[in-house]
């Protein structure tokens, strides 16, 4: 089997990481990958944005299966293209990819399907919007409705903190055609966990759960990132709780969009809140998360290409999903200014050091090889993600990786995890 991963971050790493162990699999290409990708995959120089690009590379290579991992392709309608040709392609189309694409329209389906969310209300007027943040209590949460790169929302006790994103996001289109729209929602308390699972439109197989970690410093402090770590098992949700997210938000969900004439096809990620009044979803994403991926992957005992082909075939009633018992920890390492203005090009050592830790493997995100030197080339620079007997000595071995590591301007959180002992 010939299998083309679309994406180059440390989600898609993990993803080939854990397919390439598969015997069926011939081979591995990336679009366009990465320093660490290259020593498993095939790394072509095609962006995950360029539709025809990859079109084109599949049709020319005759790719077996087509697993994609970033939302933009999807949502530009790639799994649809593929799907045209009569291609293999893991991930949803264009229409069922508006679940993530445009928070409103996934808001509807909830309405409309009884699924529990936060309340909200979308605006396109920025007078309108301020007038409603007025009958809002702190923390005010502003949302752009469309992809943002998961720093598109603004959690904030500050009026006029939140005044100023929603100009930011109506008026200065910061986030492009993202921002034409602006959602004012609900303040959701409670801890945040990240559900996901895998359909083929019908039956619906969930993953573990992770918890991830948004904002950039410790103690959750400082601005929203795409995510500064992860960690996996849950020991504070029990097995009947986590039935319950399945069914009443990922289960429906899938359900919901069949009524809706939408078969979805895919991975479905829901970020939920624990609140006091039960599960609520904060939103759902079109693929796999990223830092999630690196947790919940290297815990896997089943076949991940089997259930992705499963998926495109439609018979993942057949299957179940099998778990490792050990626990798993993911750190982000970021480049100096991460989630702002960022310099690349630093040289990266230790990281041969760092995989000696055991348990640890290291997830390239944003890496490029450069005269002969593996140097940074993003915010998010690696996925340092370690194995343990249990929830301490995964952190514990993922931090001691972390330490082996430098590169100038590097940051990470100190305290990936705590939460669970909390």
């Not at 919007?129 to 949460?141: C, G, K, N, R, T």
């Not at 609140?275 to 079109?286: Q, R, S, V």
């Not at 690196?294 to 290409?305: F, T």
Request: net charge negative; aromatic share 6%.
């Amino acid at each position: 089997m010939k299998i083309l991963v679309v994406g180059g971050g440390g989600r898609e790493h993990a993803l080939i990481w854990r397919l390439a162990q598969n015997p069926t699999v011939d081979r591995i290409y990336a679009a366009p990958g990465n320093a660490g990708i290259a020593d498993e995959a095939t790394c072509v120089p095609v962006s995950a944005g360029d539709v025809t690009g990859l079109v084109e590379f599949v049709e020319r290579n005759g790719i077996d299966l087509t697993v994609v991992g970033p939302e933009a392709p999807l949502v530009a309608g790639l799994a649809d293209e593929l799907d045209a040709r009569a291609f293999p392609v893991f991930g949803p189309s264009a229409a069922a990819a508006q679940i993530e694409a445009s928070k409103s329209w996934a808001k509807d389906i909830c309405e409309r399907h009884d699924i529990a969310t936060a309340r909200s209300e979308t605006f396109g007027d920025v007078d309108e919007a301020l007038m409603y943040l007025d009958a809002m209590q702190a923390p005010l949460v502003v949302k752009a409705d469309g992809l943002a790169a998961g720093k598109g929302v603004a959690v904030t006790e500050d009026r006029a903190e939140a005044d100023a994103f929603v100009r930011a996001i109506l008026l200065d289109r910061v986030f492009g055609e993202a921002g034409a729209k602006v959602l004012i929602e609900e303040y959701l308390d409670g801890p945040e966990i990240s559900a996901l699972c895998l359909t083929d439109g019908k039956e619906v197989l969930p993953l573990a759960l992770a918890q991830d970690h948004k904002r950039v410093g410790d103690g959750d402090t400082g601005p929203n990132t795409g995510g500064m770590g992860a960690y996996s098992p849950l020991p504070f949700v029990d097995d009947d709780l986590e039935r319950s997210i399945t069914w009443d938000t990922l289960t429906q969900a899938v359900r919901a969009l069949e009524a809706e004439g939408i078969t979805y096809r895919g991975v479905l990620y829901a970020g939920m809140v624990l609140t006091a009044d039960g599960p609520k979803l904060l939103e759902f994403n079109c693929r796999f998360g990223d830092p999630e991926t690196q947790v919940i992957v290297p815990r896997m005992a089943s076949d991940l290409g089997e259930l992705l082909l499963a998926c495109v075939e439609g018979n993942l009633g057949n299957y179940k999903m099998l778990w490792k018992p050990e626990s798993c920890v993911t750190v982000t390492v970021a480049s100096a200014g991460y989630p702002g203005e960022i310099e690349t090009g630093m040289p990266i050592d230790g990281l041969r050091e760092a995989e000696e830790v055991d348990g640890v493997v290291v997830f390239h995100a944003g890496t490029a090889m450069r005269d002969g030197r593996v140097v940074t080339s993003g915010g998010r620079v690696l996925s340092v993600s370690a194995m343990g007997s249990d929830l301490a000595e995964a952190r514990e071995r993922a931090y001691a990786a972390c330490e082996q590591i430098t590169f100038e301007g590097m940051h990470y959180r100190k305290d990936i995890g705590e939460k669970a002992f909390a």
